[in-house]
Each structure stands twice: as structure tokens, then as C-alpha cells.
């Protein structure tokens, strides 16, 4: 089933975009007569400019055969940057020319994080997953070979990159950090949730509330928490799961003191994704308007990263406007973390029919309301009760805004919905039942995890309710022998079939969870049981955590997009703890792939 019909037609209208773009970039400039600050954001400009010439000389010289263009833009400055840029010039003349140069003028791609003991990590921390059988059983093992994965992810940003900032793309964060692994060398955004979730059940507090208060630092710096920690993310965002992290820090320690430290943002964060730049209005079926968020990055030229592969992209395009468009779409894509998916494309086989802005996420609008009610706990709990108020209102504005616009009784599911295309709205959009996306992801059933965080509050959904959704997943076409699928369409991007992601079974795991029934809860511990065998099943022919798997066979890591398929991994190590934590794992209860 193809998206909604009337929306083939790309023509978003770039002024308005730009305004918002503008004003953003405004309000993160320095101000007048900080020449130190404005000194260092022109050098990290050039610097980055240089980067991206030498990534497509790069490319030119040691041609495309598994070229990564995200490691060029990574690499640290270790010369003078104007004899760098004189000397690249004649450095993509050959492969050896640019070897001997990259050599010569730049270090190690990852050689600005240092390697770090964590000084709360214990072999074998006490209370570790005690329903996790041993000391014999396979399981048992597996989980602490997978808890000592955190000492191989665990940095420090060098002293270099605060003290030379001009020479590396790498943001200064002030305490330890916790990387996904392999190309992924620095810290990201949503993927940290997944992290921490897996940190608590380590034992590991004191690095879980280091990774919080990175990200904290970033939304101090720059009004919002970045995709990533590289001067070339400072353009975009992603999921926002920052007030679920102090959640669940909170929880299992119970530092209040740590909660008021970060809450206010906590509310710093919550206006940037409610601004006008995320925001849509949309009058629903009974006259009533809501508010709802979108994605929507603050760019509109190629991504830094992956500079060479949006060029090629956009290639087809003839106008400078749509590449522009395109450029913009993109960015915004990689801000809701699925980059990329036929859920943000209009024709699923052509990539330049991105239209992410022009799209209300099931997810987004999940986090941001789950966001909202965090921050109304955490304000009750500080004794900010006007405060309190104002976000247990919000949250309820935001749930009935989902149930309105993107619950469809009919499916049993939520869906996105889509904007009109053939015009850009200045006023209140008007709701129409044929602009919701009816092709399956598992998106659709991420608002069943609003049921896994009551926090005091009434239940979101009943139990009625949560059973529809349920039975509407197991029929959906996602379910598959090594878990959910993140789509039932089969298009070569990594975020649809046949690929699953440790995110997407967490969220719709612990919503099954917490839905109220017997049958739920027994579900949930199937999906989860499926995912713990196929991670472990990749682990011991393969040696690796990776960063998603083939739901159709037990044991097969996932692959497609633009990238090869990496391991580490963060979130992926994060998920099997917490599952295996919720669930236990029983001595008599076969681990590997079942026959």
C-alpha cells in the first residue's frame, strides 16, 4: 500500500523553512563582542569545509569499494590547516598520494577519545540479573561477557580537543562517554537511552548520570540535545528520551539532588521541540485544534558525514532549489533516528521523494508526551507544583492529540500522518481520514510504551484497549521468528524489513508489559525471547554485539542502507541486559536458536 496519494507532489516551499532555520542559528550565535566564541566557530567551519574536500578527494583516489565518507570528516587536524589545504590539492592524484597525506597532515580517525576504566564497572557487580541462573549456565556468561562490553566502549575526550578546538570535529564534553562502537566514535543521542538502561542494570550509576549530564551540556550550549557530539550534528536532533534517562536514573538511585541539577533542561529541551520549528496545528474531525511535533533539522546542504553519497543523490535533481529541498529532507530524516525508511518517502524505490517534514510521527509525538509527564513528576517531586500542573496538562493535550489525529480505530493501530505537499499552510491544517500512512511499521505501536511509565498517573490506554493493539501486532506482518520487524516492505533501506532494532522491540516489549493482561505480558516475553536468542546466536558465531539483526532467521545480523553493518553496540548491549533483567533467564531454558 502506497502512503497517502495526494502527497506525491514534493514541493516544499523553502522561505518559510529557512526563516525557521535562520532564527535558530540566531539564537545559537555568540553574542556581539564574544570574539573568542565567534573565532572558534569559524575555525570549526573551516575546518570542517577542509574535511569534506578531503573526504571527495578521497573518494577519487581510493575509489568507492567500501569507502566510508563519515571517517574523513572524524579525522583530527595534526598539522597546520592551511598547509593542509594547500597539500590536498595534489593528494587525490593517486592512492598513495592521498594515503601519504592523510598520514602527513591529519591522526586517527577515534584518537580524540581516550580509553577509559570505569571506575564503577565490577566483573560481576552484586545484585547482577539474579534471575539469571548460574554460575554454570550459558546465559549467565553471556550477560557478563556482554556487562564487560562497557569497559571497550567507554572514552574520555582528550585534553586536546578542548584546548585546540579548530582541529577537530569532536565537541568538548566534560565527563566520560559511552560510544555505539565502530564508526559510531562518539556520543549519540537516543542510542544513549538504550545505554543507560543497560548501565543501571550494571550497577553502573555513576556513568549512567555522566552520559545524562554530556547531553545536558549540549542542550546548555546549544538550546537542544544534538544528533550526535560532532560539530557536524549541531544542525539537528534526534528522538528525545533525555527526560526518560533522568527517569530511570532516578528511579534506581533515588538522587533528587541529580534531578534538579538537570530539570531545567529538562524545560529548555521541551521549548525546542515544541517551538514553531517542530510544531503543527491540525483541527480535528470535531473542530477541535491540536498541537502536534515534527521532524524538521535546521539544514539544507549535504550532510557532513555522508557529504558524497547526498551529492550523488541529489545528482539526479537539476534545480539548485530541490537539491536544496532534498538536502533538507534528508537531515531531517536522519533526525528521527530511521535513516533511512519507505516511512518517509513517497515512492519507497526513490530516495529524492523524502518528505520527513511533512510528516507527524507516531514516535516523536510518544517521546514528547512521555517527556511532558516526566518533567510534571519531576517538578512535583522538586516542589514546583505550578509547574507540575502545566505539564500533566500538556501531556493530556498531547495524548488526546495522538489518539485524535493518528489513532485509526480501524486498524487497531496509530498512524502518521501526512501533511499536504502542494502548499505550505501557514494557518491550522484540517484533518482528513485519507492523510493518515496506512503501510505498517513498527512505529505504529510505540505509543503502547506510554503504558510502561505511569508514574502515578492514570493508565494511558486501557486494558481493552492495549489488547486490541496487541492482537493487531500479532497479525500485522512484523512478528517473525528473531523478533519485530521495523516494516513489512523489503526496500534495501536499513530501517525497514527485514531488519530489527534493539530499540523498537525494547519500547513495544515494555508497552506490552505493562498493558494489563496475562496474554500481553506473555507476548512480551516472547518477543523479548526471540531477540536474546538471536543476539546471542550472531554473539557466538560472530564474537560481536551488532547494531541490528535479520528478523527472519535466528542468529543473522541486519544489513542495508549506507553504511556496512557495525558492532559494539551500544543499545544493542543495553536491550539484552534490561531483558534479561525483566524476564530472568531459567537454567532449563534453551538460549540458542531453537529448531
Known amino acids: 500500500m502506497a502512503p497517502p496519494t495526494h502527497h506525491h507532489r514534493h514541493l516544499l516551499r523553502l522561505p518559510t523553512v529557512l526563516v525557521f532555520i535562520l532564527l535558530f542559528v540566531a539564537r545559537m550565535e555568540p553574542a556581539a563582542g564574544d570574539t ?54 595534489s593528494a587525490s592524484a593517486s592512492r598513495e598520494a592521498m594515503e601519504a597525506y592523510l598520514a602527513r597532515y591529519f591522526a586517527a580517525a577515534g584518537s580524540d577519545l581516550v580509553a577509559v ?36 566502549l567507554a572514552r574520555e575526550v582528550a585534553p586536546d580537543v578542548a584546548v585546540r578546538p579548530g582541529r577537530h570535529t569532536l565537541l568538548p564534553l566534560p565527563r566520560r562517554v559511552v560510544v555505539p562502537g565502530s564508526r559510531f566514535r ?31 551540556f549540549l542542550v546548555e ?33 533515588g538522587d533528587l539532588g541529580f534531578v534538579r541539577r538537570v530539570f531545567p533542561s529538562l524545560l529548555k529541551e521541551h521549548s525546542f521541540w515544541t517551538s514553531e520549528l517542530h510544531n503543527v496545528a491540525i483541527m480535528d474531525s470535531h473542530g477541535l485544534v491540536h498541537n502536534l511535533s515534527r521532524y524538521q533539522a535546521m539544514w539544507n546542504k549535504p550532510r557532513p558525514e555522508s557529504a558524497t553519497i547526498d551529492e550523488e543523490l541529489a545528482s539526479k535533481l537539476t534545480s539548485t532549489s530541490a537539491k536544496e529541498k532534498l538536502y533538507h529532507e534528508i537531515a531531517s530524516a536522519a533526525e528521527s533516528g530511521w535513516d533511512f525508511s519507505s516511512r518517509w518517502m513517497s515512492n519507497s524505490t526513490d530516495m529524492t521523494t523524502l518528505v520527513t517534514t511533512f510528516i507527524i510521527p507516531v514516535d516523536l509525538n510518544t517521546f514528547i508526551c512521555k517527556m511532558e509527564r516526566d518533567i510534571a513528576v519531576f517538578a512535583k517531586l522538586i516542589g514546583e507544583n505550578a ?93 517473525h521468528p528473531a523478533g519485530i520487524a521495523t516494516s513489512v516492505s523489503n526496500t534495501g533501506q536499513q530501517w525497514d524489513f527485514p531488519n530489527g532494532w534493539a530499540p523498537l522491540q525494547h519500547l513495544i516489549v515494555e508497552g506490552l508489559l505493562n498493558s494489563g493482561s496475562a496474554e500481553a505480558k506473555k507476548f512480551a516475553e516472547d518477543i523479548a525471547t526471540r531477540w536474546v536468542r538471536t543476539n546471542y546466536a550472531a554473539y557466538k558465531s560472530t564474537g560481536a554485539m551488532h547494531e541490528k539483526y ?5 542468529g543473522k545480523s541486519g544489513g542495508g542502507g549506507e553504511y556496512k553493518p557495525q558492532t559494539g553496540f551500544g543499545w544493542s548491549n543495553g536491550v539484552i541486559l534490561s531483558f534479561l533483567d525483566e524476564f530472568g533467564w531459567p537454567e532449563d531454558k534453551e538460549i540458542g536458536c531453537s529448531s
Open 186 to 216: 562518539e556520543v549519540y543521542y537516543w542510542d544513549s537511552y538504550w545505554v543507560i538502561r543497560g548501565l543501571l542494570v550494571s550497577k553502573m550509576y555513576d556513568t549512567a548520570k555522566d552520559i545524562v549530564l554530556n547531553l545536558v
Open 387 to 479: 509547574t507540575a500542573e502545566i505539564f500533566s496538562e500538556a501531556s493530556k493535550a498531547r495524548h488526546k492529540a495522538i489518539e485524535s489525529i493518528l489513532w485509526n480505530s480501524e486498524m487497531e493501530q496509530w498512524l502518521d500522518y501526512w501533511l499536504p505537499t502542494d502548499g505550505n499552510c501557514q494557518g491550522i491544517y484540517q484533518w482528513e481520514s485519507k492523510s493518515q500512512n496506512r503501510n505498517i511499521f513498527a512505529s505504529n505501536f510505540i505509543p503502547l510504551w506510554l503504558n510502561a511509565h505511569n508514574s502515578g498517573f492514570a493508565r494511558f490506554f486501557d486494558e481493552a484497549k492495549s489488547m486490541r493493539v496487541m492482537r493487531s501486532l500479532w497479525t500485522s506482518g512484523l512478528v
Open 117 to 152: 576504566d570505569p571506575p564503577d564497572f565490577e566483573p560481576e557487580p552484586r545484585g547482577f540479573l539474579p534471575r539469571v541462573v548460574g554460575p554454570g549456565g550459558e546465559a549467565r556468561a553471556w550477560a557478563l561477557e556482554v556487562h564487560a562490553l562497557w569497559k571497550d
Open 550 to 554: 535479520d528478523v527472519e532467521a535466528c
Open 221 to 253: 550550549k546549544y538550546g537542544f540535545v544534538l544528533n550526535g557530539a560532532r560539530s557536524y550534528y549541531t544542525n539537528r536532533s534526534q528522538p528525545p528520551l533525555l527526560s526518560s534517562m533522568v527517569l530511570e536514573i532516578y528511579t534506581a538511585t
Open 36 to 89: 573568542d566564541a565567534e573565532e572558534g566557530r569559524s575555525s570549526s567551519r573551516a575546518l570542517l569545509g577542509l574535511l569534506q574536500r578531503v573526504q571527495s578527494g578521497a573518494l577519487r583516489a581510493l575509489g568507492p569499494a567500501n569507502f566510508d565518507p563519515k571517517l574523513y570528516v572524524d579525522l583530527p587536524l595534526a598539522a597546520d590547516r592551511a598547509a593542509a589545504e594547500a597539500a590536498l590539492a
